[in-house]
């Protein structure tokens, strides 16, 4: 994965982003020798200072065994995430320019530790609260998007099938999406703001949809191949194009192709 990320980074559409976001999951036990090998990367590459890195579920230790490292395990993400220069007081906001306010959210809510034997995610009322005082303050902005690790809404079994999409179990939509209050109050939220759109990673699905009259995009794992050619895995990635006028936000999949020891995209 390593390799591949190293060669997805390398890809054109990625040098020439104005700002690279990492919806979580960058380690898999939060170790600091990940974030180390995973900044060392980016800087070889000269890209440290246009991402930015919303934490996983796996980056502060939880594996679907509850969160047995409690808050040793969110002190181990801050650290890996100072490495690079981010943020790390939740939720942040970050203007990549005048028109554009980028809100990151930390859903694993390790603020309480409560082993729920589970991946999944969790908001807390103060989380929603302060990102509601952010997204009031930056009310000016043109486009404003929210950016957090768990999916703010999964598909039904009986809609996937109509849209003839993967379906997930009740042990995987209750693992993968933040709970139902929690995902109503920040859709609410996000009504009420005009966000434009919603960014997770998790799930390992690439979607983009509307729910509710709001857009959410998901992420997939990109590191890992999302099909193949002549035996050659190939990475997909999606960049979007925010138009100065902040009415339309245009999507695109990119794919990178490995073949050999050669990079080629």
């Not at 434009?196 to 191949?225: C, K, N, S, Y």
């Not at 002549?230 to 490995?258: C, K, M």
Request: hydrophobic share 35%; glycine share 10%; net charge positive.
């Amino acid at each position: 994965m390593n390799d591949a990320f190293r060669q997805i980074i390398c890809s054109a559409a990625i040098r020439e982003a104005d700002l690279i976001l990492i919806t979580g999951d960058v380690t898999d036990r939060g170790e600091l020798k990940a974030w180390e090998t995973f900044w060392s990367i980016l800087d070889a590459a000269g890209l440290t200072k246009k991402v930015l890195v919303i934490p996983g579920n796996h980056d502060v230790g939880c594996l679907g065994l509850g969160r047995i490292y409690g808050k040793a395990g969110l002190q181990m993400t801050i650290e890996g995430l100072r490495i690079g220069g981010q943020p790390t007081a939740f939720p942040w906001v970050v203007m990549p320019n005048p028109g554009i306010a980028i809100f990151g959210l930390n859903s694993n809510n390790l603020q309480e530790t409560r082993a729920t034997g589970t991946a999944g995610g969790e908001l807390s009322y103060f989380e929603l609260e302060r990102l509601a005082r952010l997204l009031y303050k930056y009310r000016d902005a043109s486009v404003k998007i929210v950016t957090l690790h768990h999916s703010p809404n999964i598909t039904s079994k009986e809609v996937a099938i109509r849209r003839g999409q993967q379906r997930l179990s009740m042990v995987e939509r209750l693992s993968l999406q933040l709970p139902q209050q929690d995902r109503r109050a920040l859709r609410l939220l996000c009504l009420s703001h005009h966000v434009r759109l919603i960014l997770h990673g998790h799930v390992h699905l690439d979607e983009d949809r509307r729910v509710g009259g709001l857009r959410i995009a998901g992420a997939g794992a990109t590191t890992e191949p999302s099909s193949y050619e002549d035996s050659h895995p190939l990475y997909s990635y999606f960049t979007y194009a925010i138009h100065e006028s902040g009415n339309h936000i245009q999507r695109r999949r990119n794919t990178v192709y490995r073949r050999g020891s050669d990079s080629m995209s």
